[in-house]
T-cell receptor, first 112, second 113 residues
Framework: GENVEQHPSTLSVQEGDSAVIKCTYS??????FPWYKQELGKRPQLIIDIRSNVGEKKDQRIAVTLNKTAKHFSLHITETQPEDSAVYFCAASLGSARQLTFGSGTQLTVLP | NAGVTQTPKFRVLKTGQSMTLLCAQDMNHEYMYWYRQDPGMGLRLIHY???????AKGEVPDGYNVSRLKKQNFLLGLESAAPSQTSVYFC????????????FGSGTRLTVV
């Protein structure tokens, strides 16, 4: 099966700075990589995703990059704001139902 | 259009009791999933379904059973609850086709004492 590792587990940045979260995956057949944001007590919400035939995708202040050769992908958040504080999960999709395997999460804290 | 609805939202069980968690979606999605979320461990797949009448095991299926008798519903059962099953349970669904994201329910917080 797929294995996804996520780093760091906690990340604190000053408001306005950038934040980067990195994930590696084990199965080269994985072809879809979403990122979810989860606020305390809430459900995970999809914030951006990337398919394996694309190297980079951007949506306003967030971007995701994918390196298929190295089997890693990263989330970049620029101009961070206090409302960006949350737990972020990466995931990789594999299997007959394209089920997602999740990383262990990164607690991002944006300090005002 | 309610999306994915989970019931109940909270439940406390005694060891050995049984219960069923209900997940209902109104988006006509083919695929449905049950995950559990524990601190520091992300979300782990328990069981999933690729369509009405089908189910399959995920990463952590032991102690759980599922059924998908209707396309819109996916039930997760605990036959004899154990403290190790204390967790937050999330249901998710997605439409057929590569690269479509999950829609999650709001979760069920289960405590087994």
């Amino acid at each position: 099966g797929e294995n996804v590792e996520q780093h760091p587990s906690t990340l604190s940045v000053q408001e306005g700075d950038s934040a980067v979260i990195k994930c590696t995956y084990s199965d080269s057949a994985s072809n879809y990589f979403p990122w979810y944001k989860q606020e305390l007590g809430k459900r995970p919400q999809l914030i951006i995703d990337i398919r394996s035939n694309v190297g980079e995708k951007k949506d306003q202040r967030i971007a995701v990059t994918l390196n298929k050769t190295a089997k890693h992908f990263s989330l970049h958040i620029t101009e961070t704001q206090p409302e960006d504080s949350a737990v972020y999960f990466c995931a990789a999709s594999l299997g007959s139902a394209r089920q997602l395997t999740f990383g262990s999460g990164t607690q991002l804290t944006v300090l005002p | 259009n309610a999306g994915v609805t989970q019931t109940p939202k909270f439940r406390v069980l005694k060891t050995g009791q049984s219960m069923t968690l209900l997940c209902a979606q109104d988006m006509n999605h083919e695929y449905m999933y049950w995950y559990r979320q524990d601190p520091g461990m992300g979300l782990r797949l328990i069981h999933y379904s690729v369509g009405e009448g089908t189910t399959a095991k995920g990463e952590v299926p032991d102690g759980y059973n599922v059924s998908r008798l209707k396309k819109q519903n996916f039930l997760l059962g605990l036959e004899s609850a154990a403290p190790s099953q204390t967790s937050v349970y999330f249901c998710a669904s997605r439409k057929q086709g590569a690269g479509s994201g999950y829609t999650f329910g709001s979760g069920t917080r289960l405590t087994v004492v």
